[in-house]
């Protein structure tokens, strides 16, 4: 489904990752997405960021993802993915993926150990750990790169790539920005944004597609939109709580309802 190449095709580079000197998202941050399959709703996605308590210097971002629609009666999802990443300098030191996805539930732990460059896979409760080695330099997981993304100064023509941590196989991503400027998303009308594509790079043939996304040029760069292309077809990703009503979409006038929200309040 959508999160496996959201994972997977946000940033890369082929320059050195910078380290970004200031922050867009305030404590505590808390941005949901509708991801629509053609005409369908087929999920939602809610990001939150806030600083990890006992832990100077370490942001622990996460997603829950949650079917909607038909997809919720076929294969439903409530997945939730962790990202424990040191903000200077840049680089994750966990990934935590508890994923309940038709059915399967995984639950897998990545810990890179960038002393000596030595990654730790942990594949499910009482299983045996997995190691691999890690290239030089800092890598990214899912929730550092899109969290990456708001933070990197970036300007038009501008390509990076980062190192990406799935599991226990090392991957490249490739990030380009596009153009910066007032642009037009669809019937919207025109905004300052700044357009980012990102797609996978390197040797593995496994992940293939693209991201294109679009994010306010202001303090708080928060994504808008986007549009994910691969295997499964094609996907658009719409802000519909979190950035107020200039930014959050309302097809009807009337906010989208989050149904995540909906199922965590308590029976009268």
């Not at 806030?50 to 829950?64: N, S």
């Not at 680089?91 to 059915?103: C, S, V």
């Not at 094609?234 to 979409?249: K, N, S, W």
């Amino acid at each position: 489904m959508p999160i496996l190449l959201l994972c997977l095709i946000f940033p890369a580079s082929l320059s050195l990752a910078q380290t970004p000197s200031s922050f867009p998202w305030p404590e505590g941050e808390k941005l949901t997405y509708l991801i629509q399959w053609g005409p369908i709703d087929a999920a939602e996605a809610t990001f939150t960021a806030r600083t990890e308590p006992k832990r100077e210097g370490i942001e622990r971002f996460e997603l829950f993802l949650r079917s909607r629609g038909p997809i919720e009666a076929f294969y439903p999802i409530r997945t939730r993915i962790t990202s424990l990443t040191q903000l200077n300098p840049w680089r994750t030191i966990e990934y935590i993926q508890d994923r309940h996805e038709g059915g399967n539930i995984r639950n897998r732990r990545t810990l890179p150990d960038y002393s000596v460059r030595l990654g730790r896979f942990f594949p499910a409760p009482g299983n045996a750990e997995e190691n691999f080695d890690l290239l030089e330099g800092p890598y990214e997981d899912f929730g550092s790169m899109l969290y990456h993304v708001r933070a990197y100064p970036w300007q038009p023509g501008t390509t990076v790539t980062w190192q990406v941590i799935e599991n226990k196989e090392p991957l490249f991503a490739k990030i380009s920005c596009s153009q910066i400027g007032m642009l037009e998303i669809e019937d919207d009308p025109p905004r300052r944004l700044i357009e980012i594509l990102g797609e996978p790079y390197g040797p593995s043939t496994r992940h293939k597609g693209w991201m294109r996304m679009w994010i306010t040029d202001d303090a708080r760069r928060i994504p808008v939109f986007a549009k994910l292309k691969f295997q499964y077809g094609m996907f658009e990703i719409r802000l519909i709580r979190g950035g107020g009503p200039e930014l959050d979409y309302r097809p009807d006038g009337e906010p989208v309802p989050i149904l995540s929200e909906i199922e965590s309040k308590p029976n009268p």
